[in-house]
């Protein structure tokens, strides 16, 4: 197999991503020739959706400090597009490092939501710091200084791994 016929399986939403001085279209479509019906389906988010909507020229409207509008997405406009690139490519496994690190909490949640309804369609594997969404997972494998020390579910894990409990009532105790 060729490298760019390995990386075409994947759908991948890193943590740290770039946003190009090109319309939102091309953003999301990452070089990639589209039509209407395909950006529609990528951009799966509501709030995008009316962001976009409301845009001059929608998702042909140039992002950039340099462009007519000087148009500059926030932090969670951002994140939405990284998600929506994602979206747009046919890959058959997803892998999502930290892709709520820039969105409210309300966000956040659709996000999750969204990741969780596509799990059940592909095999996803999602990197995160936030134990609160690890229940989503089927199986959670527990890192320390590069190392796995701990794997199976929430509450396997609870019972089992005090290096996980410590990090969930850590967090836990954030809303207590």
């Not at 991948?12 to 990452?30: E, H, R, Y």
């Not at 020739?33 to 409301?54: C, G, P, T, V």
């Not at 890192?143 to 089992?160: C, F, N, Y």
Request: charged content about 20%.
């Amino acid at each position: 197999m060729r490298p760019n016929e390995y990386f075409d399986l994947f759908k991948v939403v890193f943590q740290d991503f770039q946003v190009f001085d090109v319309t939102i279209g091309d953003n999301i479509a990452a070089a990639v020739k589209y039509n209407h019906e395909q950006m529609k389906n990528a951009i799966s988010d509501q709030s995008l959706r009316e962001w976009i909507a409301a845009l001059p020229q929608h998702e042909d409207t140039l992002v950039g400090m340099y462009t007519e509008n000087n148009l500059q997405p926030s932090g969670g406009q951002k994140q939405q597009i990284a998600i929506a690139r994602a979206n747009f490519k046919n890959g058959i496994y997803q892998i999502l490092d930290e892709p709520s690190s820039k969105l409210d909490p309300i966000q956040e949640v659709a996000v999750f939501s969204k990741i969780a309804a596509l799990s059940n369609k592909l095999p996803s594997l999602f990197i995160t710091h936030r134990v609160g969404v690890v229940g989503l997972a089927n199986t959670i494998i527990v890192l320390k200084k590069g190392k796995i020390v701990g794997v199976g579910t929430k509450e396997d894990l609870l019972r089992s791994s005090a290096y996980f409990r410590k990090i969930w009532d850590s967090q836990a105790s954030l809303y207590h």
